[in-house]
């Protein structure tokens, strides 16, 4: 199993709403990151989990709540997002969080959100 | 200030030509440099890496880019494009700093004409 599972692909939220998107990879890697891509722009680095802590936080809003329950596992929870937050969410791993162990970079498709 | 730069925001070219996508970059050390596609909506897949050594390396699909230091240029190249390859391509560095921080270019859309 190659590949970083993202659910749910679509999304559609309101400012009030609360909702979380998870990712899932079953490769045994020990580092799990969240890039915000907006449409025709490059991804920009959110957060890197390194053996599931939290290591870098490129100063996210507070509205964006990372969490990685265990090895396999990361959630982004978002709550009282504004539309500017609109993007794809591309979740991504790696074997291992720094050097050349982390060398390749396995993306997921990631989740198209829309906030209203 | 440190950046990565893809000076070409779209390329044309006809199927069965030769591909050139630039890549530069301003960082104070050599980082690790890296080339992904992108189809639309979709995730990034890595087409190839550099972090030492021989200059020149091959990837998938056919791709190859050459490591210039002189230049600070990441290029990637592909002796003869098909339709399928039409997508974003991005140019990528790790500033080798401990954690992998991919910092991204701003993205070549590659147009194939028939």
């Known amino acids: 199993d190659t590949e970083v599972t993202q659910t749910p692909k679509h999304l559609v939220m309101g400012m009030t709403n609360k909702k979380s998107l998870k990712c899932e990879q079953h490769m045994g890697h020990r580092a799990m990151y969240w890039y915000k891509q907006k449409a025709k722009k490059p991804p920009e680095l959110m957060f890197v989990?390194?053996?599931?802590?939290?290591?870098i936080n490129e100063s996210v809003p507070s509205r964006f709540s990372p969490e990685c329950p265990n090895s396999s596992l990361l959630n982004l929870h978002l709550h009282a997002l504004q539309p500017e937050d609109s993007a794809l969410y591309l979740c991504a791993s790696s074997l291992e969080p720094g050097g050349q162990g982390a060398e390749k970079l396995f993306f997921g498709s990631g989740t198209q959100l829309s906030v209203l | 200030a440190q950046s990565v730069t893809q000076p070409d925001i779209h390329i044309t070219v006809s199927e069965g030509a030769s591909l050139e996508l630039r890549c530069n970059y301003s960082?104070?050390?050599?980082?690790?440099l890296f080339w992904y596609v992108q189809s639309p909506g979709q995730g990034l897949q890595l087409l190839l890496k550099?972090?030492?050594?021989?200059?020149l390396v091959q990837g998938i699909k056919g791709f190859e880019a050459e490591f210039k230091r002189s230049q600070s240029s990441f290029n990637l190249r592909k002796p003869s494009v098909h339709w399928s390859d039409a997508a974003e391509y991005f140019c990528?560095?790790?500033?080798?700093?401990?954690?992998?921080?991919?910092?991204f270019g701003t993205g070549t859309r590659l147009l194939v004409s028939p």
């Open positions: 990528a560095v790790d500033p080798n700093t401990g954690f992998q921080k991919l910092v």
């Open positions: 960082y104070g050390a050599t980082p690790y």
């Open positions: 989990y390194s053996y599931e802590k939290l290591s």
């Open positions: 550099y972090f030492s050594g021989d200059t």
